[in-house]
């Protein structure tokens, strides 16, 4: 199946495109009514993650409502570790939870190997369908979580402030450390391959807590088990390139080694200026970002200026996805993303002829 839009694709292989491509991360999400409706209907969060038809529901809304030039897989970054028995829950208002987590290295042991197509099928139900719907109009972008990202939820049973137990674990163990992020790479590269078989396009890995590590330990904790993701990748389906984009949170400083995986781009948070990013990375790959989430708070023409202001920074030519530099938050106007769209689509034209 060709697709009808591909200068997301295209962008990410630094081919030339007609307009710089936009999605945004936590595209199909609760600034939405329509999705609020329909994780109603659901039950719970899992429940409507769990619910194929009704995760492509909420997978499709968001390219309803905007011109997206991508849709993303609707699902957790947090079924891995879900599906090797450490029961994810989510509360109202405190995100999400395991109610078992790793506090020695016996129970990094005990961790048993999963089956993505087996384990996680409902995901790749998920993926098949929002692609079939697609009918070509669109790329699918499927992602995962890092290692080091679902390492820390494992350990630390919930989100952080300062992950102090995770980073604990991985200093006074790092053999057990090591061998839960080697376990974790395997299943996130078995995962991805899943969903790239099911139909994905392309393939985002959010390392959303690699930017709390110092430089060494990033290097050996995050980056490492990433790199080993990529290189175990399929790299073409149907004839076409599976582009892979790393994601760092906090990232900024690592930008040439993160360039280096082998990565087709890399996403940028918004402490970035993009324009020093391209000078320092942009031969080797794309770049994704990376207006700061709040922005969408701000009246029109601030969002327009802002833009404006970003794609300058990039400069003319291909290469560049625009993202936030982070998830779209829940308060935001849906009014407000349709200008934040709108602009870049206009705005970005000059730049590619």
Same mark, same amino acid.
């Given at each position: 199946m060709t697709v009808a839009n591909d200068r997301f694709l295209r962008a990410l292989e630094r081919k030339p495109v007609d307009v710089t491509p936009v999605w945004m991360m936590r595209q199909a999400g609760r600034y939405l009514p329509e999705y609020r409706a329909v994780r109603k209907r659901a039950g719970d969060f899992m429940s409507l993650c769990r619910n194929p038809q009704l995760a492509c529901e909420v997978a499709l809304q968001p390219l309803e409502r905007y011109a997206f030039d991508a849709a993303i897989l609707f699902s957790d970054i947090l079924t891995i570790p879900d599906a090797m028995g450490l029961g994810l829950h989510f509360t109202e208002g405190e995100g999400p939870g395991f109610r078992k987590t790793i506090r020695s290295p016996a129970d990094v042991e005990a961790l048993p190997a999963i089956d993505a197509r087996d384990d996680l099928g409902y995901v790749m139900d998920a993926v098949s369908l929002i692609r079939r719907e697609l009918n070509g109009r669109a790329p699918l972008i499927g992602f995962s979580g890092s290692p080091w990202t679902l390492a820390t939820y494992m350990i630390e049973g919930s989100g952080s402030k300062d992950f102090r137990r995770a980073k604990q674990f991985m200093y006074d163990h790092p053999e057990a450390g090591h061998l839960l992020l080697g376990k974790l790479a395997d299943a996130v590269t078995d995962y991805l391959n899943a969903q790239i078989r099911a139909g994905a396009q392309a393939v985002q890995i959010f390392d959303t807590w690699g930017g709390i590590l110092s430089t060494s330990a990033y290097l050996e904790f995050s980056l490492a088990y990433m790199r080993r993701i990529v290189d175990g990748l399929i790299g073409e389906r149907q004839g076409r390139t599976?582009?892979?984009?790393?994601?760092?949170?906090?990232?900024?400083?690592?930008?040439?080694?993160?360039?280096?995986?082998?990565?087709?781009?890399?996403?940028?948070?918004? &402490?970035?200026?993009?324009? +020093?990013?391209?000078? *320092?990375? $942009?031969?080797?790959?794309?770049?994704?970002?990376?207006?700061?989430?709040?922005?969408?708070?701000?009246?029109?023409?601030?969002? *327009? *200026?802002?833009? !404006?202001?970003?794609? *300058?920074?990039?400069?003319? $030519?291909?290469? +560049?996805?625009?993202?936030?530099?982070?998830?779209? &938050?829940?308060?935001?106007?849906?009014? +407000?993303? !349709?200008?934040?769209?709108? !602009?870049?689509?206009?705005?970005?034209? !000059?730049? +590619?002829?």
């Open positions: 599976v582009p892979c984009i790393l994601f760092t949170k906090q990232g900024g400083l690592w930008l040439e080694e993160i360039a280096a995986s082998g990565c087709h781009c890399v996403g940028l948070d918004w &402490t970035v200026d993009i324009g +020093h990013a391209r000078s *320092r990375i $942009g031969h080797k790959t794309a770049l994704q970002g990376n207006m700061d989430p709040s922005v969408l708070y701000a009246a029109p023409e601030v969002i *327009r *200026r802002e833009v !404006a202001a970003i794609l *300058r920074s990039y400069g003319s $030519g291909p290469g +560049h996805v625009f993202n936030l530099g982070h998830g779209i &938050t829940p308060g935001v106007d849906p009014e +407000h993303v !349709a200008v934040f769209v709108d !602009a870049v689509h206009e705005y970005s034209a !000059a730049g +590619h002829r």
